[in-house]
């Protein structure tokens, strides 16, 4: 029995894919739901209406928006088909058959969609009145789903097949669960998810901005979001000094030709922007610049500009190098997910023999950061090839050597792990650093691949201890990720409240009087001279207001200045993580918040 003072036992809220009894309670009530929409809307076509994460959705054909008011009426008739204990029955046919159905119903959309089925051609039914091509599963009856475990979340535009030169269609979210305990934790959490979100705080905060004038998903960094970028950037740069790693810089273009050989030209151009040509001719020879979404074949460049010695090896090039992918106009969200965004990019060149001991030191470098960032929550995804795809290089021989290198370092480290079939880049395997944050979301943040294509493909050698002409291996790490998402990520993780040593302003003096404003300014300036980023509110407002204004920017650290302290030369501090901490002399301040920012700790 729990003593009355234990906190409640968290609710796990899986994943569609981590529960099969989900995954058919999620199908059916996507199908409830398409059913409950035709009743109520006869001209609305049904497309596709698949589970996701923690719910479902169908994308409808429909002469006329839905409303709120109607996602109200769609529940209301949804719980009417689940309280009729409708049986869910599969039922298989011929092509020809389903053809001749769907042609009966005037829903072309289910036409095209038969044409991609492979037999056998299956069809489930809500009892007598609708049914749907689908593979299923689902449970046996509508009673099997709970009225009170699920809701209609909201409407977005969608393009059928997600082509937007085709039709747009509208798609209604939903969630459902096996408990109402479950819906209501999952709902707690959305809105725990709203005051978190990165848009709303960063603009509250002032670190960044976007523009319609400049174009959506190039975010624009104010004063405040550049000293966050910069310490972030500052604080890995050291790191990887340590570390035995050399900074370089290339341009944001590069020759067409370029990313021929990599690959990317004819693997990845959907994801990057259109080439820039001199003129027609030139742009119908494929001749011409791009602007580069990736920056590995440029630090190819560099280590191919002059023989190496396998003396030499292990070369470790460095950057933060800007990278542009053309995402879609639909796929854009606040930072996580941009068109523009500075990657912590690193490329290795080791012999095959240092591999192994390279790869290690690359995770021990990812560890190390997310323990500076209080990032504990995370597990190792290994995104390998899928066999049955075609959009890799290279062939088998390689693949099998690169997904045992990974394979073997996280059995090494004994880390939490599972492999991942078909997340692999196009060159190489992958091991991925997925994090799940305060609200048990998942995110992408490091990744470190091991690449032997891409030397092949560029023609890389080093001279051997024997004098042959060997090829080296390539590792390609970034333990943020990008700049972008990961700042993006943090500002929801900490709630808008950094720990000192990241706040873009550490420590914010408040004189109760303006006739003590000039030593609060003088004590200020010993704080940024010290390399602390501290500033003084001179508004002149009551002590009650400046404190809110404090709390309301998240400034970690604030410091009272009343007469008394500048008698004693010291300062009344209040932290946001440990409120009032008393009266203390402004060395002692500095000094603690020296340590705060030389351990990435709090004051």
């Not at 970028?229 to 290339?250: A, H, N």
Request: aromatic content about 10%.
């Amino acid at each position: 029995m729990a003593n009355a003072g234990d906190s409640p036992e968290k609710i796990h809220l899986p994943r569609t894919d981590e529960s099969d009894h989900l995954k058919r309670i999620r199908h059916t009530f996507s199908h409830v739901m398409a059913m409950a929409v035709q009743k109520l809307f006869p001209k609305a076509q049904v497309t596709i209406g698949p589970w996701i994460d923690y719910g479902f959705y169908y994308d409808f054909d429909n002469p006329d928006p839905f409303t709120e008011k109607d996602l109200k009426a769609i529940k209301k008739q949804m719980i009417k088909i689940i309280n009729k204990d409708l049986p869910v029955t599969r039922e298989e046919v011929s092509r020809e058959e389903a053809q001749r159905r769907i042609n009966e119903l005037g829903e072309p959309y289910k036409l095209e969609i038969l044409e991609g089925l492979e037999a056998p051609i299956t069809l489930y039914h809500l009892g007598e009145d609708w049914w749907d091509l689908c593979a299923g599963p689902h449970v046996e009856t509508t009673k099997d789903l709970n009225p009170k475990a699920f809701d209609l979340e909201s409407v977005a535009g969608a393009y059928w097949r997600g082509d937007a030169e085709k039709a747009q269609l509208q798609r209604i979210y939903g969630t459902a669960w096996e408990t109402p305990e479950q819906l209501a934790e999952y709902k707690r959490r959305r809105e725990e998810a709203k005051k978190r979100d990165h848009r709303r705080l960063g603009k509250e905060l002032g670190l960044f901005v976007f523009a319609d004038e400049v174009g959506p998903g190039l975010p624009l960094w104010t004063p405040k979001g550049t000293l966050l970028r910069s310490t972030l950037e500052d604080f890995l740069k050291q790191e990887q000094v340590k570390r035995g790693y050399l900074p370089v810089v290339t341009p944001h273009i590069a020759r067409v030709d370029l990313f021929k050989t990599s690959g990317h030209w004819q693997k990845y151009q959907e994801d990057m922007f259109p080439m820039m040509a001199e003129d027609d001719q030139s742009r119908q020879d494929e001749v011409g610049f791009v602007m580069k979404p990736m920056n590995c074949p440029f630090h190819i460049q560099i280590y191919k500009s002059e023989l190496r010695s396998y003396k030499e090896l292990p070369l470790r090039y460095a950057e933060f190098g800007t990278v542009y992918r053309y995402e879609q106009s639909g796929e854009l969200g606040g930072l996580t997910r941009v068109r523009g965004f500075t990657v912590d990019d690193a490329h290795l060149f080791v012999t095959p023999d240092q591999l192994d001991d390279e790869f290690l030191k690359v995770v021990d470098l990812i560890l190390a950061v997310f323990r500076s960032l209080q990032l504990k929550n995370f597990k190792a995804r290994l995104s390998f090839r899928d066999p049955e795809s075609d959009k890799y290089i290279g062939n088998d021989e390689v693949w099998a050597k690169s997904q045992n290198a990974i394979r073997r370092a996280v059995e090494t480290l004994e880390m939490d792990f599972f492999e991942a079939p078909g997340e692999a880049a196009f060159y190489g395997p992958k091991l991925d650093f997925i994090f799940n944050d305060a609200l048990d979301r998942e995110w992408q943040l490091g990744t470190v691949q091991v690449d032997y294509n891409l030397p092949e493909r560029f023609d890389l050698e080093y001279v051997a201890e024997d004098g042959s002409r060997q090829r080296p291996v390539m590792i390609h790490r970034a333990p943020f990720g990008s700049l972008e998402r990961l700042i993006g990520i943090l500002i929801e993780e900490y709630a808008g409240d950094f720990p000192v040593w990241l706040a873009p302003e550490q420590i914010r003096l408040l004189p109760v009087t303006t006739e003590l404003t000039g030593y609060a300014q003088q004590v200020a300036d010993r704080m940024v001279a010290a390399g602390i980023r501290a500033a003084v509110d001179k508004s002149g407002d009551r002590l009650g207001k400046l404190i809110r204004n404090g709390e309301k920017g998240k400034i970690p650290v604030m410091a009272i200045v009343g007469a008394k302290e500048q008698e004693a030369n010291a300062l009344s501090i209040r932290t946001r993580a440990e409120g009032e901490l008393g009266v203390i002399p402004v060395d002692e301040v500095i000094e603690r918040l020296k340590t705060a920012l030389s351990s990435h700790g709090n004051f």
